[in-house]
T-cell receptor, first 113, second 119 residues
Framework: AQKVTQAQTEISVVEKEDVTLDCVYE???????LFWYKQPPSGELVFLIR??????QNEISGRYSWNFQKSTSSFNFTITASQVVDSAVYFC??????????FGPGTRLSVLP | GAGVSQSPSNKVTEKGKDVELRCDPI?????LYWYRQSLGQGLEFLIY????????KSGLPSDRFSAERTGGSVSTLTIQRTQQEDSAVYLC?????????????????FGAGTRLSVL
């Protein structure tokens, strides 16, 4: 069965700190996709990244980076030098072919000035 | 191009009334999803449409909830005899292909949602 766990319910950091959001997933399939979405206070979910199970290469996009480790079933998200605009709820999601997305419960990140 | 459009953005209704929520997916997207998000909670899957296939209704919480997708494009989520526990934000998403799609085709793009308040 698919499951996504985001153990951190809420995180608060001060601007310019680095912060890592954890995501642990469960799946029996060897082919699957992992996603991160950002939900700012406006409410609309914004797609950040998609990674397939065959590509464990870490990815960096500006201040964002993602660490995919199949050995620990984790797909963690790090924001470097956080900014107030990063304040949002972040969702990790898992999809297997032919199956619906399963979203984690989300982590609320507050970046304080 | 235009993103996923949902209307109304806010809906206030009285307990017992029926409501219709509309979703206009991204043009050309064959898959459409409805989710419910209660205050401070994660996303709860409701229903999934893929092309002309029978929809996956496994997430609908009761028979008061139903959805249609006409002409493979616009979708309407209907809640009959609304209850206070139906109050939530209803989110719609679309993707180029369904859940079997590879590449970037199964990325879901979300609308801004409809905030439903049942008094």
């Amino acid at each position: 069965a698919q499951k996504v766990t985001q153990a951190q319910t809420e995180i608060s950091v001060v601007e310019k700190e680095d912060v890592t959001l954890d995501c642990v997933y469960e799946t029996r399939d060897t082919t699957y996709y992992l996603f991160w979405y950002k939900q700012p206070p406006s409410g609309e979910l914004v797609f950040l990244i998609r990674r397939n199970s065959f590509d464990e290469q870490n990815e960096i996009s500006g201040r964002y980076s993602w660490n995919f480790q199949k050995s620990t079933s984790s797909f963690n998200f790090t924001i470097t030098a956080s900014q107030v605009v990063d304040s949002a709820v972040y969702f990790c999601a898992l999809s297997e072919p032919g199956q619906n997305f399963v979203f984690g419960p989300g982590t609320r990140l507050s970046v304080l000035p | 191009g235009a993103g996923v459009s949902q209307s109304p953005s806010n809906k206030v209704t009285e307990k017992g009334k029926d409501v219709e929520l509309r979703c206009d997916p991204i043009s050309g997207h064959t898959a459409l999803y409805w989710y419910r998000q209660s205050l401070g909670q994660g996303l709860e899957f409701l229903i999934y449409f893929q092309g002309n296939s029978a929809p996956d209704k496994s997430g609908l919480p009761s028979d008061r909830f139903s959805a249609e997708r006409t002409g493979g494009s616009v979708s309407t989520l209907t809640i009959q005899r609304t209850q206070q526990e139906d109050s939530a934000v209803y989110l719609c998403a679309s993707s180029l292909t369904g859940t079997s799609g590879g590449g970037a085709k199964n990325i879901q793009y979300f609308g801004a949602g409809t905030r439903l308040s049942v008094l």
